[in-house]
C-alpha cells in the first residue's frame, strides 16, 4: 500500500568544510536515484529551474547559490536552503514526485542541518523505511523521522511542535534519549522500541503500517504519557 511520507533527518548544527556538505548531498541523492529508478534532478539557483547533474560542481552551485542572504549580505554562519525534485519514470516531467529539501552548512546551534524528502506520488512503507535507514549514516540525526502526510493532515489544528510527536517512525539521537521515558511506551503491545548500537533508539507505532487513523489513535493515547516528564523539543521544521 503507497502513501505520501515524508522522511525527514535533523542534524546539529556543525562547522564542516564544504565538500563535506556536497558529499552528503550527492549520497543522498544518489540513494533517491536507486529508489526511483530515474535522474537527472530539478532544482533552483534563486528562483531559476536549473537541471542538476548527479556531480560534484552542480550541487556546489547549487549550496552557493542559496547560501542565507538579507539585503545583498551573505550569512555563512546560517548555511544554504535549498530544494532538489525528481519525477518517477513515466511520471509528468514537469512535476516533482519527489522533493528532497536541503540545509547544510549551518554553524548555529540554535538551527539544524539536514533533510527532508517528501514523496508526494506516494511510496510503500517498507520503501520509506530502507530509505531512512540508508540515508541515517549520512547525516547521523539527533533526531527524525517517517511522518504520514495524511496523518498531518489530520492534526492541523494541533499546537504541538513537529518534534513533540510521536510518527509511525521516530528515531532519537543518543543525546536526546536521556530525557525520554521509553519504559512507557515498551509497555505498549502497538510501540516497537528498537535500541540502537550507538546509544540512540527508534520508535515504531506498529510493526507494519496500517492506516493514518490507526496511528491518529495511537499517536493520542501514548504522546501525552512519553512526553509528560520531557522538556520542551525545539519544533523545526
Keep these: 500500500m503507497k502513501g505520501a511520507f515524508d522522511v525527514v533527518l535533523y542534524s546539529p548544527a556543525e562547522q564542516l568544510e564544504r565538500h563535506a556538505w556536497v558529499d552528503r548531498v550527492l549520497r543522498t541523492l544518489e540513494r533517491l536515484a536507486v529508489l526511483t529508478g530515474n535522474r537527472p534532478f530539478t532544482g533552483y539557483r534563486g528562483n531559476r529551474e536549473v537541471t542538476v547533474e548527479h556531480k560534484r560542481s552542480a550541487i556546489e552551485e547549487l549550496i552557493e547559490a542559496n547560501l542565507n542572504r538579507e539585503g545583498g549580505q551573505v550569512f555563512a554562519e546560517l548555511g544554504s536552503i535549498f530544494g532538489v525534485g525528481i519525477t518517477f519514470p513515466g ?18 546551534p540554535r538551527f539544524h542541518n539536514g533533510v527532508i524528502v517528501e514523496f508526494v506520488r506516494g511510496i510503500t512503507p517498507a520503501q520509506a523505511k530502507e530509505f531512512f535507514e540508508s540515508i541515517k549514516p549520512i547525516w547521523k540525526p539527533y533526531w527524525g523521522c517517517i511522518a504520514s502526510d495524511e496523518n498531518a493532515d489530520a492534526r492541523l489544528d494541533d499546537d504541538l511542535m513537529y518534534e513533540q510527536r510521536l510518527h509511525w517512525y521516530t528515531c532519537y539521537g543518543p543525546d536526546r534519549v536521556r530525557d525520554l521515558d521509553f519504559a512507557v511506551l515498551e509497555r505498549d503491545p502497538q510501540a516497537v522500541v528498537e535500541r540502537q548500537a550507538d546509544g540512540g533508539v527508534v520508535v515504531m507505532l506498529g510493526a507494519q503500517w496500517q492506516s493514518a487513523e490507526k ?10 504519557l512519553f512526553f509528560r516528564s520531557a522538556p520542551g523539543a525545539a519544533g523545526r521544521r
Excluded: C, H, I
Excluded at 98 to 104: D, E, G, I, K
Excluded at 215 to 224: G, K
Design 91 to 108: 511520471g509528468d516531467p514537469e512535476v516533482a514526485d519527489v522533493t528532497a529539501s536541503f540545509r547544510v552548512g549551518n554553524t548555529k
Design 215 to 224: 496511528l491518529l489513535e495511537a499517536q493520542r493515547r501514548l504522546e501525552p
